[in-house]
């Protein structure tokens, strides 16, 4: 299969959340995403503004900041712009689509209100997607579906995942890709983006489990690398966003000639 160049592919590209990611990442040489899984706002802006020169996008777990405040999210705004990358809430919804609509504009987080990527579980069926796009189409927000999963003896396989790539096909004015651990449709308008990437360890003790960047995008050909720990808890967490960034382009370069 031929891959295609990231400015080449924005060509193929309908949905402009899919171009903008794209061409942030064709500048930037960057495919990879932060996931910023860290429980103080003030942790997270701080490694924000250290490696987001590095990244195409930014991953958060707002429900797990113990101090929130929509001034955090606001600076977090502020960092996206003057580093140029997306914020993707990983709330990873899962209800009717009734309540996913509510939790995703409303409570005390509103979502909606700032980032431009929400991850959603497919388990309700496809009323969560179009729930979730009655709130986000009008604020030129995204969507990703969680088709797999990197953790041991997921759930999320076969015809599950046939199911969210179908899905996504329906709602490809929303929906901009997949969470996924293969390469699940050639249609270049879904981004494929894979969590699980680490170098130095396989896996934790709580079920998670370790590709390598190079791997990831040459053996599963996907497009996004999420790598959370394995820069997080670096010594020099800034070195190592700099070698996931350059192990997880140069395989992507390889790819292309
Ligand atoms: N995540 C996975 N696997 C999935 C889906 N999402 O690990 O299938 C998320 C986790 C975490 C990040 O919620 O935020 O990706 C991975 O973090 P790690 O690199 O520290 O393991």
Redesign the pocket.
Known sequence: TQVMSYSERITHCSHPLTRKLLSIMDKKKTNLCL?A?LTSSQAILSIVDKVGGNVCMV?T?VDIVEDFSQDFVQKLVQLSEKHDFMIFE?R?FGDIGHTVQQQYKGGMYKIADWADIV?THVVPGSGVVRGLKEVGLSRQRGCVL?A????TG?L?KGDYSKAAVRIAHENKDFVIGF?C?SNLTKDPDLIHMT????LDVSG?ALG?Q?ISPSSAIRDLHTDII????????ADNPVAMAEQYQESGYHAYQELLT
């Open positions: 996931s899984d991953k777990h990983d990873k991850t969680v797999e999963m990197s953790s997921t999320a969470i651990q969590p699980g990437v680490r934790d998670q370790y999420i790598v959370g720990r394995g820069i997080l808890t």
